[in-house]
């Protein structure tokens, strides 16, 4: 989204529509979902347990860690993935805010 795009929204907008765009696809949700169970992981690990190639894993890892919920420090030859709780913690609250708001005014639709 351009700049001239995003001035008219908040940073809680902005900084939701960068997160549910993070988790907008199911591989992306697995990769989450395996990071949990197993704490930390390599790629070729991530690549072991799913049903796409490393290139599209990587270009997944790529996605989640540019928003920050994902890390990856470098051991060796190859580099380990784990959440990063801080970033996770920000990203559930706001979530939650957009949640909480729209049970509260769902009795008022049309």
Same mark, same amino acid.
């Given at each position: 989204?351009? /700049?001239? !795009?995003?001035? *008219? @929204?908040? =940073?809680? &907008?902005?900084?939701? +529509?960068? @997160? +549910?765009?993070?988790l907008a696809h199911p591989a992306r949700i697995a /990769?989450?979902?395996?990071?949990? =169970?197993?704490?930390?992981?390599?790629?070729? *690990?991530?690549?072991?347990?799913?049903?796409?190639?490393?290139?599209?894993?990587?270009?997944?890892? !790529?996605? #989640?860690?540019?928003?920050? #919920?994902?890390?990856? &420090?470098? &051991?060796?030859?190859?580099?380990? @993935?784990?959440?990063?709780?801080?970033?996770?913690? =920000? +990203?559930?609250?706001? /979530? /939650?805010?957009?949640?909480?708001?729209?049970?509260? %005014? %769902?009795?008022?639709?049309?």
């Amino acid at each position: 989204m351009g /700049i001239t !795009k995003t001035i *008219d @929204y908040t =940073k809680m &907008e902005l900084d939701i +529509a960068k @997160y +549910a765009k993070a988790l907008a696809h199911p591989a992306r949700i697995a /990769i989450i979902q395996l990071l949990l =169970k197993k704490q930390s992981c390599v790629c070729g *690990d991530i690549v072991d347990e799913l049903p796409i190639s490393q290139s599209t894993v990587s270009q997944h890892l !790529k996605e #989640l860690k540019e928003v920050g #919920l994902i890390k990856g &420090e470098i &051991e060796g030859t190859s580099v380990c @993935y784990c959440l990063d709780e801080k970033e996770w913690a =920000k +990203a559930s609250s706001l /979530i /939650i805010k957009l949640f909480d708001k729209v049970a509260v %005014n %769902n009795s008022k639709c049309c």
